[in-house]
């Protein structure tokens, strides 16, 4: 179906003096960042790229790339093509790298997981040795000197020698890709980026990114992406797995969501454009808690219940994979504690600072029999009561205030105005207190 019009952009309608209408657009705009192949593509690197369909993606990203197989999860899972551009980042190269000692830390992190884009070359005996992958810290050395093992996130190198080292691979420059899209969610607008990466280093960056448009843009955009796997399974060869009960990280957003285990078995594919497909394509008055992923039959790893709990109370969405997988929170990797700081109350609380922005800035100049900061009390307060009306907000009790609103000229600046409200969702405890200041 064809989405016409701007449906991810909050707005306001005046006429006459008066606000009239208060625009809220309901669908969330979709960026996916991942790996493509600009060889067999039309699309180029660094260049968010719009694609009308299943096929249209395959000619313009590659086909069984990482990139198509995130934006067709996606839409299998509830965005329409018309709201997803995919950006693919490009590829770097680093030849004879050295590694003294048989032991060291590349230089360019995270590598591209692939035995087939890297070569370690003993430079002491003037032989090549076989790569595997090792996915925990620090990585045991291999029991073969003819094997070399690598931690593709850390970049951390381990032989089974002291022997000298020169390591040729590639890595993906995710900075300038994150840089390239910032103005695809544009102000006044929310929506989602999908990081297709475990790497926590890159996640980072994506936040970084994404924390001045949020606070000087009004761009609330919110940041997806898997949690860097820490221990290896006990197959052969092993696979990138969860120690559930020793996962920790250095990521605190509460734009910024998680997710794990996110791989398919036998592969370094991931299940996030999935995830993302239910992020961004959920109504914003349903949870994604419990939604089962579409077109993802199994992963790599299946957590305990226990395990869940932990992920989730370390800031990560665990991913169930018993039966159909679903999302089992949707927790943040905030670690506030004044508001429960999930995707639900997340994405409310981002559309209604759209909508409170719109409110003060039609409202400034308006010849009303009101002062302008009980126009904007009133109308802000409207929408919230409309939400209230849907079942998604809670009332006001006798006993308890669940919801407020409040605008003032700042005291500092009479060009600028003060806004702050609160609202309660159903089921999530405490208040979420919002304080902003617009110019008017």
Known sequence: MAIYGNTSRVSVDVSGGAITAVNIGDQDKLVIFARGDPNSGTAQTNDPTQV?????????????????????????????????????????????????????????????????????????????????????????????????????????????????????????????????????????????????????????????????????????????????????????????HFDATGYTDGLDNDALFLTAPERRPGSDSLVGGAVAGQMAGTSIDEPILGNALTGVTDLTQTLTVPEQTDLANSGVIPISASGSPALEDNVSTSTETDWTRDFFTARLRDQLVLTARAIGRAARGRLNNDTVETLVQERLADELIDLIEDGVLEPNTDDETRWYTNAEQDATNPKKLDISFGFSPVGVVGTVDVDMTINI
């Open 52 to 240: 009308s369909g299943p096929q249209a993606a395959a000619a313009a990203f590659g086909e069984d790339t990482a990139l198509t197989e995130a934006i067709r999860d996606a839409a299998a899972n509830g965005v329409g093509y018309a709201s997803i551009w995919g950006v693919m980042p490009a590829t770097q190269s680093a030849t004879g790298e050295a590694i003294a000692g048989g032991s060291g830390t590349l230089g360019n992190t995270p590598i591209i997981e692939d035995v087939a884009e890297i070569t370690a070359t003993n430079t002491t005996d003037g032989v090549e040795a076989d790569v595997a992958f090792r996915y925990n810290d620090p990585v045991a050395e291999p029991s073969s000197e003819q094997t070399v093992h690598i931690n593709p996130f850390e970049g951390i190198v381990e032989a089974g020698d002291s022997d000298e080292y020169e390591i040729d691979y590639k890595w993906l420059d995710w900075q300038s890709a994150f840089d390239a899209a910032t103005g695809v969610i544009q102000e006044q607008e929310h929506g989602e980026w999908r990081v297709h990466s475990e790497a926590e280093s890159v996640v980072a960056d994506a936040i970084s990114t994404v924390r001045p448009l949020r606070e000087s843009e009004w761009k609330m955009i919110r940041v997806s992406a898997a949690a860097q796997p820490n221990t290896n399974s006990s197959a052969t060869p092993p696979e990138a």
